[in-house]
């Protein structure tokens, strides 16, 4: 159209006010050069855009693509279910059950002096606790919860809720925690749960815990953390800007812990704590057939469910009584002379090494002289003409100061550990003790002097150097009652058993032995005549452990509860099958025949009720033994 | 009343890339408004619509009005600035509104459309090869009065864009080099000076800008926040009403300063580069349109307006990508904004209007090559 006139703008009359200057020639090059200019430099604005685009989204994409999603994903941990622990026949040891944990996310709890003025008047919780908990906190991721509370009673959990609003920081969690129906029972063998530290954490070997988990610290639960742990899992959960949750994305649930089924038995433990009633001792019994654990106490006991919130001062002193000693598991830890127990031990070694037999005989007028010492027997007036029967049974001292003498150290110490005294048990559990066999070797070793003859006649009635656990002398007395096998304890059901050694003794003198036990429970005369258990065969040895030198004590109802004997026993039943040996200590308890007896005979009777079918006959008890003279 | 050479004229690029701008603008309000919860959508479609009415609209009349009613402009913009000071509506310490009952308007925003029209006829008027200080004085002084009003608001960002634009046509004006020399090193006296003025608040801004993680849930929030967005969009984005920083709210304002940040977490680098992209060439076909025109007031005002647009869209996007400080400059049409939208398509119509009647001068010398001369007192066509 660009022929045409511009009749257009000719027709019009020009606009006077519109005075507008067109430009010159030089003029419009120069706006069209500074317009070039222009252009360029917005061309260069464009690719300064373009290549801070490129750094962030594409060379930096992914690490900003993850902290996109760091802050929309919230991952809440899902803690697993601790597996349970069950007694041989599936009866709930611990189990677990949901509960109320308070804890504070450091990270929003903002001034937390301000915080914990209006958290302390809700909690039931000394205000020092508290603190000290978050003191002990340190170090541990901020996001994490410190928790302050555990198992909160609900009615805490409900005033605290109530007030969330102010409490900036606070949460209260709903937390798997352990449960023990039937109390606290044998808390030394299940062993208990406390809060990870974090030394625990670096270490490794905690992998599957955080801070603030619970985690296996003593016994089993310790023994079997990652088996019980279980696997956590995880909600993920996208939040907003506040953090208000928007959606799940995913869940993985978490995985429940195994159960462990253990070869103890409810009712035979719980009769054997309760018999036991708080004395300080520990009571042992196993299957004298397999080795499998069915009683392992120790007294007194300890409530398992305190560590999990940590201890207060109070508590924890009365955890370390140094008399009491209610953390050590004394059925493993305890090492204690084992008294007239040992003459089961060397009744089977005289006869074994033909030092003496069951027609031997010693005169006992109530003591002996060795050199220019008189060691006594514990009857003053002395048993008479003793046998060897008659001398396990009124448990002579006289009788076994001979056969000591006549086998001397070297042979006793070798049938000591042929019993498997003096070394551990190899039972699945840490911290188990050795006791000691003492040999002549030991004793210079130790005090380089010589063994003196002395010392291996209160060698010969189970005092002096030699120092026993309760779980070998229950083992020991498995071994006269199954005929001479050595089993390893095991207290994990299902487990086959494992022989580890054959008692280096003759069949018919652990026959002889059997025999001679049985009367120590069943005879007139008989140290244990407080066990005897109508309709049941059983079979025993008491012994009296001295804590303090013969010359030092006197024998009077005044003197220190410390300074008073161990009271020991053990036994097993029924003679003629035995099924279940029991080994029992207790500290201080006077005469094994009174004080550790009842508590044996306890365990058995329970034993007993519970077997299945019962025993109808009541067989004559000497008939199995072969060859037996006619009593004196 | 239109000469059908007028659509001729008509620079469809521009209005095509024009409104492929507003179409993704609207696409990406739509999710912006999901997040922020407000349908700011249908209110921004609203203003686009009476924006674009309003930009055909100033087609109608020739620009070259306006540069004889300069002054009225500019008492009427100084005016409005005033009316804000004394009844302006005042939203978080700032007071920037004019409330008319239904919307609330903006005076600042049209104050720069505004003083791009007084500043060019200015230069049109005072026709030098080359300016120098003596000759800037007097637009300098123009221009601060309103700057200062805005300041005051206070509104530093929008105050130091109309300085950009002043600077701009400066520029296009030809300054001598000794006179730049001079404001540069005024400048930079200056600049403590400015930092005596910052409220405590924007003083942190650059702060955090200089040094940004010092503070990363306080104040560096939303330049962190922003940065996370645009970079987790990757190459493809998250997709529409996808973006989880912006749906969750961990993106702040993401209907208006901080749509661009939006857009490219959704849309990805890809997005990015279309939206940007599109968007420079819009710029380079109005700077050709500046370098066309066949009258001194009609490339100043171009250019002007350019410039207004340019500056705008670079500190949004340089402040979302975190090379800036955060200052409250919206993306022109992308950002929710009555008044701003309103500016920008107005401005547009004026640049349309240049390119339009650039036809008017050529004359019957048509297709020849054209002479040049001046066209002094006889108005427009006199050959």
């Known amino acids: 159209m660009n022929f045409q006139p511009d009749n257009n703008t000719a027709q019009k009359p020009p606009d006077t006010r519109i005075r507008l200057k067109r430009f010159d020639q030089q003029n419009e090059e120069l706006r069209s050069r500074l317009s070039i200019y222009a252009s360029w430099f917005l061309f260069c604005c464009f690719c300064l855009i373009s290549a801070r685009l490129w750094y962030l989204q594409v060379m930096q994409g992914a690490y900003f693509r993850a902290q996109s999603e760091r802050n929309s994903i919230k991952s809440i941990r899902l803690q697993p279910y601790r597996g349970n622990i069950l007694d041989r026949s599936g009866r709930l040891l611990a189990g677990v059950e949901p509960s109320f944990n308070i804890g504070i996310v450091l990270k929003d709890a903002g001034d937390l002096e301000a915080l914990l003025s209006k958290l302390e008047p809700l909690l039931d919780e000394p205000p020092m606790n508290v603190r000290m908990k978050l003191v002990a906190a340190k170090g541990q991721p901020a996001y994490l919860p410190v928790i302050i509370k555990r198992n909160a009673e609900w009615s805490t959990v409900a005033k605290i809720e109530a007030r969330l609003y102010e409490l900036p920081g606070v949460v209260v969690e709903v937390a798997p925690s352990r449960q023990y129906p039937y109390g606290k029972i044998a808390p030394h063998l299940l062993g208990y749960l406390a809060e990870v530290s974090l030394d625990q954490l670096k270490s490794g070997k905690f992998s599957h815990a955080v801070p603030g988990d619970l985690v296996g610290k003593y016994g089993v639960e310790a023994k079997f953390e990652t088996q019980l742990a279980g696997k956590s899992g995880y909600k993920r959960v996208e939040v907003d800007a506040r953090g208000r949750m928007v959606r799940v994305v995913d869940v993985k649930l978490p995985k429940t812990g195994q159960d462990l089924s253990l070869t103890i038995d409810l009712d035979l433990q719980l009769a054997a704590e309760e018999a036991l009633s708080g004395r300080p001792g520990a009571v042992v019994a196993l299957d004298p057939r397999n080795g499998q654990l069915l009683v392992m106490a120790s007294s007194p006991k300890f409530d398992p469910a305190i560590f999990a919130n940590g201890l207060s001062r109070e508590e924890w002193k009365a955890l370390n009584d140094p008399l009491l000693t209610p953390l050590v598991n004394k059925a493993i830890q305890g090492q204690y002379a084992p008294g007239s127990t040992f003459k089961t031990v060397m009744a089977a070694a005289g006869l074994n090494e033909n030092v003496v037999s069951q027609y031997s005989t010693f005169f006992c007028n109530g003591s002996m002289k060795l050199g220019r010492r008189r060691f006594r027997c514990w009857k003053k007036g002395g048993h008479g003409k003793t046998d060897l029967y008659k001398a396990l049974v009124q448990s002579c001292d006289v009788y076994f100061y001979n056969t000591g003498l006549k086998l001397g150290v070297d042979r006793i110490s070798r049938y000591a550990s042929g019993f498997g005294l003096g070394k551990k048990t190899g039972i699945d559990l840490p911290g188990e003790k050795a006791g000691r066999v003492p040999t002549r070797e030991w004793k210079y070793r130790r005090f380089r002097e010589p063994w003196q003859k002395g010392e291996t006649l209160n060698y010969s009635i189970g005092q002096g150097f030699l120092m026993v656990t309760p779980l070998q002398l229950a083992r020991m007395i498995s071994a006269v009652a199954n005929g001479g096998m050595l089993y390893k304890p095991e207290y994990i059901l299902g487990k086959p058993a494992e022989k580890q050694a054959r008692v280096p003794v003759k069949p018919q003198a652990l026959a002889f032995i059997r025999h001679?036990?049985?009367?120590?429970?069943?005879?007139?005369?008989?140290?244990?005549?407080?066990?005897?258990?109508?309709?049941?065969?059983?079979?025993?040895?008491?012994?009296t452990a001295q804590v303090v030198r013969q010359s030092k004590r006197k024998q009077d109802e005044k003197m220190a509860w410390r300074f008073k004997d161990h009271a020991l026993f053990v036994a097993f039943a029924p003679v003629e099958d035995p099924q279940i040996a029991v080994a029992v200590i207790i500290e201080h308890g006077g005469h094994g025949g009174s004080a550790a007896a009842p508590v044996a005979r306890a365990v058995i009777e329970r034993w007993l009720q519970l077997r299945s079918p019962k025993p109808t006959t009541f067989l004559e008890r000497t008939a199995s033994v072969p060859g037996r003279k006619p009593r004196v | 009343m239109f000469d059908k050479r007028l659509f001729e004229d008509m620079d469809w690029w521009l209005l095509l890339s024009l409104v492929v701008i507003m179409a993704l603008a609207f696409v990406n309000l739509w999710s912006a408004s999901a997040a922020a919860g407000y349908p700011f959508q249908w209110k921004q479609l609203q203003w686009y619509t009476i924006g674009s009415v309003m930009m055909f609209g100033v087609l109608v009349f020739d620009y070259r009005k306006l540069a004889s009613y300069w002054i009225h402009i500019y008492v009427l913009t100084i005016v409005m600035l005033l009316l804000v000071m004394f009844v302006g509506k005042s939203v978080s310490g700032s007071q920037r509104w004019i409330s008319l009952g239904f919307i609330n308007l903006q005076p600042s925003e049209f104050a720069k459309l505004l003083m791009v029209v007084v500043i060019s006829s200015f230069f049109a008027q005072e026709d030098k090869e080359q300016y120098g200080l003596a000759d800037l004085w007097k637009p300098l002084l123009l221009v601060l009065v309103p700057?200062?009003?805005?300041?005051?608001?206070?509104?530093?960002?929008?105050?130091?864009?109309?300085?950009?634009?002043?600077?701009?046509?400066?520029?296009?004006?030809?300054?001598?080099?000794?006179?730049?020399?001079?404001?540069?090193?005024?400048?930079m006296a200056a600049f403590p000076l400015l930092w005596k003025f910052m409220k405590p608040y924007q003083r942190r801004r650059v702060e955090i800008f200089l040094n940004p993680e010092s503070d990363p849930f306080g104040a560096g929030w939303h330049v962190l926040q922003s940065k996370i967005a645009v970079g987790s969009g990757q190459v493809l984005g998250k997709g529409f009403m996808k973006g989880t920083q912006a749906q969750l709210n961990f993106l702040p304002e993401v209907h208006t300063d901080f749509a661009f940040s939006i857009w490219s977490e959704e849309w990805g680098f890809a997005g990015a580069m279309i939206l940007i992209g599109v968007y420079f060439f819009f710029l380079v076909r109005c700077l050709s349109i500046a370098q066309n025109a066949r009258d001194r007031f009609g490339s100043f005002l171009v250019f002007g307006i350019t410039a207004m647009i340019f500056w705008q869209l670079l500190i949004n996007v340089c402040m979302v990508l975190g090379l800036m400080p955060v200052v409250g400059i919206p993306l022109p049409l992308v950002s929710?904004?009555?008044?701003?939208?309103?500016?920008?398509?107005?401005?547009v119509g004026l640049i349309m209007n240049v390119r339009l009647r650039r036809s008017l001068f050529q004359g019957k010398e048509a297709g020849k090559p054209r002479l040049h001369y001046r066209d002094t007192a006889s108005g427009i066509g006199g050959s």
């Open chain 2, 147 to 187: 700057v200062l009003l805005i300041v005051k608001q206070p509104d530093l960002g929008t105050g130091l864009l109309v300085l950009g634009i002043f600077a701009s046509l400066v520029y296009y004006a030809r300054l001598k080099w000794t006179s730049f020399l001079i404001i540069l090193g005024m400048g």
């Open chain 2, 336 to 347: 929710y904004g009555g008044s701003s939208v309103l500016t920008t398509l107005v401005g």
């Open chain 1, 516 to 543: 001679a036990l049985e009367g120590v429970v069943a005879d007139r005369h008989g140290t244990a005549r407080t066990c005897r258990i109508p309709d049941l065969r059983v079979a025993g040895k008491t012994g």
